[in-house]
T-cell receptor, first 109, second 115 residues
Framework: GDSVTQMEGPVTLSEEAFLTINCTYT??????LFWYVQYPGEGLQLLLK?????DKGSNKGFEATYRKETTSFHLEKGSVQVSDSAVYFCALRDDKIIFGKGTRLHILP | DARVTQTPRHKVTEMGQEVTMRCQPILGHNTVFWYRQTMMQGLELLAY????????DSGMPKDRFSAEMPDATLATLKIQPSEPRDSAVYFC?????????????FGQGTRLTVV
């Protein structure tokens, strides 16, 4: 079946550092890809999405590019802030939405 | 500001009791998902509805869990009887299917503790 694999956390960075969270997927069809973010005590919020190969999703300084040839959708941000501390989930949707296990991000001031 | 509403936000119950969690999807959305989140398993899909019809409940323990949509404004997830291993945060999400790429919007979750 379809699956999503993302890098284990926690990831700890200093403020203004460059962020990459790796995500790869396995799918029988041609899925759409998403990154969601979860802040403590809250539900998941959509951060960005891409629906076809080579699409780049972007929001709040975060970016991810749909790479069909490598089945990847890595999340990047050029300069992280303390407020970016959260859990980040990579997900795919062909029919139902399948999530990775999440990567906890800590940003130190 | 449209949002998915889940009730209750917190529930503590004794083992063996029935638990009912409720979800009000965003008005006009035609798909509803139920997920369970634990530290060990992450986000597990329990059930998925489109136009109130169940499409996939393969992730749900059938002997004790049931999910329904009595109408387009209400989805329910019931556990009977509850067990300590059911302790988790249960999320409902809704979306509008219009082909590929449609995301889901999540509620705040119900934190269930079974003692």
């Amino acid at each position: 079946g379809d699956s999503v694999t993302q890098m284990e956390g926690p990831v700890t960075l200093s403020e203004e550092a460059f962020l990459t969270i790796n995500c790869t997927y396995t799918a029988t069809g041609y899925p759409s890809l998403f990154w969601y973010v979860q802040y403590p005590g809250e539900g998941l919020q959509l951060l960005l999405k891409a629906t076809k190969a080579d699409d780049k999703g972007s929001n709040k300084g975060f970016e991810a590019t749909y790479r069909k040839e490598t089945t990847s959708f890595h999340l990047e941000k050029g300069s992280v802030q303390v407020s970016d501390s959260a859990v980040y989930f990579c997900a795919l949707r062909d029919d139902k939405i399948i999530f990775g296990k999440g990567t906890r991000l800590h940003i130190l001031p | 500001d449209a949002r998915v509403t889940q009730t209750p936000r917190h529930k503590v119950t004794e083992m063996g009791q029935e638990v009912t969690m409720r979800c009000q999807p965003i008005l006009g959305h035609n798909t509803v998902f139920w997920y369970r989140q634990t530290m060990m398993q992450g986000l597990e899909l329990l059930a998925y509805f489109r136009n109130r019809a169940p499409l996939d409940d393969s992730g749900m323990p059938k002997d004790r869990f049931s999910a329904e949509m009595p109408d387009a404004t209400l989805a329910t997830l019931k556990i009977q009887p509850s067990e300590p291993r059911d302790s988790a945060v249960y999320f409902c999400a809704s979306g509008f299917d219009r082909g590929r790429g449609t995301e889901a919007f999540f509620g705040q979750g119900t934190r269930l503790t079974v003692v």
